[in-house]
């Protein structure tokens, strides 16, 4: 059994007990503690988290395709341990999947999953408006242990229009992740004129937007990734 806990925002605190399964950022350990001798190691993940090896293939083709690039390592856990993940000063942000529950997540932004989360790659088909935006990583709730903990620059923001009539929109490059039950995937918006061919657009020309009855709560991070489509005329 595993418990995911943040330390001064910065870190993830995982805490096991018994024997277990974490599926972590590679090179994201940066301490450890237990009873007696060391009883977790590391191993790389070469293909993926599914537990079929076709599975994983296809998935990382798949994210190949898409630039999901997912550098993983497995953390065997074999005992009572508590164990500390981090990467650059990232703020780092726990969630708890329900059972059904889906986080949609920027390959980039995921920093440990336990193995009660079903990865795959899935397709979203904006890949045009952001250099992220054609895939995403999903993790969905098949056990009752089901944590995700994610990555932000700078302290993240929180939105949800669950159970409101609230329409979200956001910047794709500014998205860490959205949550609900289903794929809950965004509509994409644009607002490309002549002006956006000689270099007068405002910079938000494109958006994702969730409307009311969406049931979604999506994440975003106070910076921008370098991305999406540059166009305009000097």
Excluded at 65 to 78: I, Q, T, W
Excluded at 106 to 115: D, G, K, R, V, Y
Aim: charged share 15%; glycine share 10%.
């Amino acid at each position: 059994m595993l418990k995911f806990e943040t330390v001064n925002e910065l870190t993830l605190k995982v805490t096991c007990t018994g024997n277990d399964v974490l599926f972590a950022k590679a090179g994201a350990f940066i301490a450890g503690e237990n009873a007696g001798e060391k009883n977790y190691k590391f191993e790389k993940v070469l293909l993926g988290p599914q537990n079929r090896p076709g599975q994983a293939l296809l998935g990382q083709l798949a994210r190949r395709l898409a630039g999901e690039n997912l550098p993983l390592m497995k953390v065997n856990l074999n005992g009572n341990s508590i164990t500390y993940y981090a990467n650059y000063g990232q703020h780092v942000v726990i969630y708890h999947l329900e059972q059904g529950e889906t986080v949609s997540v920027e390959s980039e932004n995921i920093l440990a999953f336990t193995q009660d989360c079903d990865y795959s790659v899935r397709f979203i088909g904006v890949g045009v408006l952001s250099q992220k935006g054609l895939a995403t990583s999903t993790l969905t709730a098949k056990g009752s242990n089901a944590y995700v903990a994610v990555l932000s620059d700078g302290n993240p923001i929180v939105l949800s229009n669950v159970n409101a009539n609230n329409t979200i929109a956001v910047d794709p490059d500014a998205v860490i992740c959205w949550i609900g039950n289903g794929h809950c995937d965004p509509q994409v918006t644009a607002d490309v004129s002549w002006k956006t061919f000689i270099g007068q657009a405002s910079g938000e020309s494109y958006q994702f937007e969730w409307h009311g009855g969406a049931n979604v709560t999506v994440i975003i991070q106070p910076s921008e990734r370098s991305g999406g489509i540059r166009v305009g005329i000097d």
